[in-house]
């Protein structure tokens, strides 16, 4: 599969290419107009797909830089200890970084990439799941004592190389938190409404319900290699009509403003906390019982844990904290009810204590 985006930008338009396939990274690339190219690969990655790996940085002749695994990477100290490094080594505007990981090794890659001499070249490869949504539309950053993803920067990649092998090796939690943002996409772009018996009627949504019942069928991953794609286009379609975030890129945080909260009071996976703050999303957006439940049934049935949840005052103290807030009231974004039918059309709503607390206590 092969995917070009295309922004429309004023200025000096740069599309990109992404590839999605089975062993990408054994597909020949051109990499010649780099003048060198260092790869920052999650240890934990290299250790698991070594050969693999090492056979991509022969062939291009690319130094290999192991960063810590997964999250912890996402720190200024890190960031800063990067930086310096590759300066140690004599990086030149020319140079190209290539990220080896998930969200987390794309977000931070990226972000030196973004800063490094004011910006040099960066190449995602993405080896999870999630990443399917961190590696398209061009976020980067790091975290914050205040809260993730507080320092960062709009850079996009030149190039993703999304080799589909890499997921074998995941988890079934890793596995669980990547398929919630395919079915945050699939709510997002799928072309569905809700009948008068409040039944959910949604080709996409249906098909994937059945594609994926159970969590051995998330392991499936020529099944999953189609709805990633999925998931890439919906998130490609959104960001080219909004790259910097100032309209429709924001329902892309559907689920995620209680999502970042859990994330960080319980140490969730990203996505695990996100499929909760849709379903408080859903909840807030004035859904009926039964299709939450109904739902909520699927989701458990794929193997999502329950979360042990605190006092909603801990969340509201997070939340109020939420970057994406203007003013006091909290912003969430939530799907339109039209005379008693839900549709795919989504908006930013403000609410306030009482009513944000009500829906905790059905969450
Ligand atoms: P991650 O990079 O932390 O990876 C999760 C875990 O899986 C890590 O422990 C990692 O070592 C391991 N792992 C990675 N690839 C593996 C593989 N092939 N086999 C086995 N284990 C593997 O995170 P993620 O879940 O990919 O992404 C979450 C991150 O992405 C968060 O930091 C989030 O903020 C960020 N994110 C960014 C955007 C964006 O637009 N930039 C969007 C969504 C999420
Ligand atoms: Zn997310």
């Known amino acids: ?58 062939r291009y002749d690319i130094e290999k830089v192991l960063i810590p695994s997964g999250e912890a990477v996402k720190t200024m100290h890190h960031f800063s200890t990067m930086t ?28 030196v990439a973004a800063s490094l001499l004011r910006g040099i070249s960066f190449i995602q490869v993405p080896t999870t799941i999630l990443a399917h949504d961190a590696a398209i539309g061009g976020k980067t950053g790091i975290n914050s004592k205040h809260g993730k993803n507080l320092i960062g920067a709009f850079k996009r990649p030149d190039r993703v190389i999304y080799d589909i092998s ?30 008068q018996i409040s039944d959910i009627v949604n080709d996409d949504l249906s098909r994937l319900m059945q594609a994926f019942n159970k969590l051995d069928d998330l392991k499936d991953m020529n099944k999953m ?22 309209g429709v890129r924001k329902y892309l945080n559907f689920g995620h403003t209680l999502g970042h909260a859990l994330e960080f009071s319980h140490k969730l996976p990203h996505g695990i906390a996100v499929i ?70 989504f908006y930013l709503k403000s609410f306030e204590y009482g009513t944000l607390k009500k829906s905790f206590e059905r969450w």
């Open 84 to 111: 310096e490094l590759l300066l140690e080594k004599n990086i030149k505007r020319n140079d190209c970084l290539i990220a080896i990981g998930g969200g987390a090794t794309g977000d931070f890659t990226g972000y």
């Open 225 to 246: 290699q189609t709805w990633i794609t999925y998931g890439i286009q919906t998130k490609l379609n959104v960001v080219e009509r909004d790259e910097l975030e100032s």
């Open 276 to 345: 909760h703050g849709m379903m408080y999303a859903l909840i807030l957006s004035g859904y009926e019982e039964n299709i939450i439940e109904k739902f909520y049934h699927w989701l458990i049935q794929l193997g999502y844990p329950e979360v042990e949840v605190k006092s909603f005052e801990h969340y509201y103290a997070l939340l109020s904290k939420d970057k994406k807030n203007e003013t006091d009231s909290i912003s969430f974004v939530v799907m339109e009810q039209r005379q008693g039918h839900l549709e795919n059309v």
């Open 166 to 195: 890499f997921l074998n090796t995941l988890n079934d939690a890793e596995l669980l938190s990547g398929f919630a943002e395919i079915v945050k996409h699939v709510l997002l772009n799928g072309n569905y409404k809700v009948n």
């Open 1 to 58: 599969m092969k995917l070009i985006t295309n922004y429309q930008v004023d200025h000096k338009a740069k599309n990109y290419e992404i590839i999605v396939t089975e062993n990408a990274l054994e597909q020949e690339y051109d990499l010649s107009h780099y003048h060198k190219c260092f790869a920052l690969i999650d240890t934990y990655v290299y250790r698991l797909h070594k050969a693999k790996i090492d056979a991509f940085m022969k």
